[in-house]
């Protein structure tokens, strides 16, 4: 069984996490307490190494924020919300088509002004994401060591499965019953598929114990499609085209590397994020503190600061959007007339693409 480590329990994406500074007392005593106190913090808040099950989750890089990308067009036929970012790269704009800027929860973006009305023409972020996506696609592709082989194609509707790397030289159904994927919050499941992926009318991806829907990737060597008011979760990475059917709710990403998306579902949303953790604070010199965090890249997070954890006197210090993980901020206001400062960082609603649905 693959595993990868992982910290403790996970916080709520949007409570508050502390860390508290040090009695400025000159400025290697300062220091020296203020390390002191990021080990106590660091202990308290990482209790102790765990091992999740699984392997590496897969790095979708600038693509992440995306619910839907996709290559020759994206098509609907209407109605349906769609959470997070929905682009159409390399066709043109006019390839979009049935999908109104109202519906996404997040921005539409194209490779020109052809798209629907309130588009955003971005060529380059968008050649940037495909670029990332074909990356992801085949990395997950090329993941080693799977913990269950099926020879040929397989039926794993009715199963229950733990976290883990699945390989299928063919096709993979879920049409008889639900499927199963049980572990922990940051246990991880890869789904290698070699040609189609087919999901029934009604039927259910379920997710039992805290099984997450962001740890959980499909690459489809061909094309997927999800039946009719059918459940999924995960993110798909499908070499060709994409299609959800009628009342269909996806927890997830579908992300076509050379074809085409459609989108006749009810919902399309992406999964929950992990909520932003520390990892260490100290100070550089005695005018400044640095805090690192762990984070979900391309997902707006914002940091403030407390002397005292009194609700009124939260400071905001900055809101970002990290291209990678670990983050790193230096607060210059930290200076070495300060006695004490808390920290929190929260996913950013004013601008989260992950709010569900």
């Known amino acids: 069984m693959n595993t990868h480590s992982k910290r403790g329990p996970e916080r709520a994406a949007t409570g508050p996490v502390h860390a508290r500074g040090a009695p400025a007392q000159g400025a290697a005593e300062a ?15 990482v209790p ?43 066709t043109t704009g006019a390839a979009i088509t049935g999908l109104l800027t109202n519906q996404v929860r997040g921005t539409l973006y194209a ?19 495909k670029v990332d996506l074909a990356v992801a696609y085949y990395e997950a592709a ?3 060591n799977a913990d269950i082989v099926w020879p040929a194609g397989g039926e794993i509707g009715g199963m ?33 598929v070699g040609t189609a992926l087919t999901m029934g009318s009604g039927i259910q991806v379920v997710l039992a114990g805290r099984a997450q829907a962001r740890n959980i990737f499909w690459q489809v060597g061909s094309s997927a499609t999800l039946g009719t008011s059918s459940r999924f979760k995960g993110t798909l990475l499908a070499d060709q085209s994409i299609t959800m059917d009628t009342g ?7 992300l076509a590397r050379v074809a085409a998306v459609t989108f006749n579902g009810q919902s399309i949303g992406l ?29 707006p997070l914002t940091l403030k600061a407390c002397p005292d ?21 230096t607060d210059l206001t930290e200076t070495a007339a300060v006695t004490q400062r808390f920290y929190r960082a929260y996913i950013t609603a004013e601008r989260d693409p992950y709010q569900r649905p």
């Open 31 to 45: 220091n020296r307490k203020l390390s002191g106190l990021a080990l106590v913090w660091a202990v308290l808040a």
């Open 48 to 90: 102790g190494m765990l091992v999740a099950a699984g392997p590496e989750p897969v790095d979708l890089g600038s693509a992440g924020p995306f619910a839907i990308l996709a290559a020759s067009a994206i098509t609907s036929t209407g109605g349906g919300t769609l959470v997070g970012d929905v682009g159409l790269s390399p």
């Open 111 to 129: 490779v020109d002004t052809g798209g629907p009305a309130g588009s955003v023409a971005a060529p380059g972020l968008l050649a940037t994401a």
């Open 142 to 144: 090329a993941r080693t």
């Open 160 to 192: 229950t499965l733990g976290p883990g790397l699945y390989k299928f030289a063919s096709t993979v159904n879920i049409a008889g019953a639900d499927v199963t994927l049980t572990g922990d919050v940051d246990d991880v499941w890869i789904f290698q």
């Open 248 to 254: 269909c709710v996806v927890e997830g990403r579908a």
């Open 271 to 299: 999964p929950q994020p992990a909520a932003p953790r520390f990892t260490a604070i100290f100070r550089p010199t005695t005018d400044a503190a640095t805090v690192v965090l762990e984070t979900t890249p391309y997902c």
């Open 309 to 329: 954890l009194l609700l009124a006197n939260w400071t905001r210090l900055v809101t970002a959007t990290p291209t990678a993980t670990p983050w790193t901020y």
